[in-house]
């Protein structure tokens, strides 16, 4: 299980920190809980939109896009068992659900446009930025699973890319 946290400012609102928690192996990421701003809870990831804090990983308005898009893919799919949804906001994180705070602008040669509502809270944002973490996560996971694969099947020797 990763614990992530995201400190958002800098859109409507108060600063927040958003807790979320993503089970690697089924790849369900839930938004658990909206507080007010706090420094780095327990052993969690920190995402944040402020360059200078105490963080693991910066999310700017430039990410926006991969976050929705990640919003949208853990939204519509289920997990492995094929009942359980990959995302899901607990009852202290309902108010960061993006979907109200997101437009959708067309569709151009790269796939779904969107924008983000000039409304937007820090809280929505906190919870696109997780996502986007999980997403990313898990292709990371995807990659070094691939690499042991391939190790096994050289036997161990050496393999560059």
């Known amino acids: 299980m990763i614990k992530i946290q995201a400190n958002i400012s800098g859109y409507t609102g108060k600063p927040v920190t958003v807790l979320g928690a993503l089970d690697e192996h089924s790849g369900i990421l839930v938004i658990a809980k909206v507080i007010a701003m706090i420094p780095r809870f327990e052993d969690c990831i920190v995402i944040a ?6 963080r693991d990983a910066t999310f700017t308005h430039e990410h926006l896009h991969d976050a929705i898009s990640a919003y949208f893919q853990l939204r519509g799919n289920l997990a492995s068992d094929g009942k359980t ?12 659900d993006p979907s109200s705070a997101i437009e959708h602008d067309g569709v151009d040669t790269s796939g779904p446009r969107y924008r983000i509502a000039a409304d937007a809270s820090n809280a929505h944002v906190a919870a696109l930025a997780i996502c986007r973490y999980a997403a990313k996560s898990g292709a990371v996971a995807d990659v070094v699973g691939m690499m042991d694969e391939l190790s096994a099947l050289l036997g161990g020797e050496v393999l560059t890319l």
């Not at 939109?49 to 105490?54: C, L, Q, Y």
């Not at 949804?85 to 960061?96: D, N, Q």
């Open 85 to 96: 949804a990959l995302l899901r906001f607990g009852e202290f994180a309902a108010m960061a």
């Open 49 to 54: 939109s402020d360059a200078r804090s105490d």
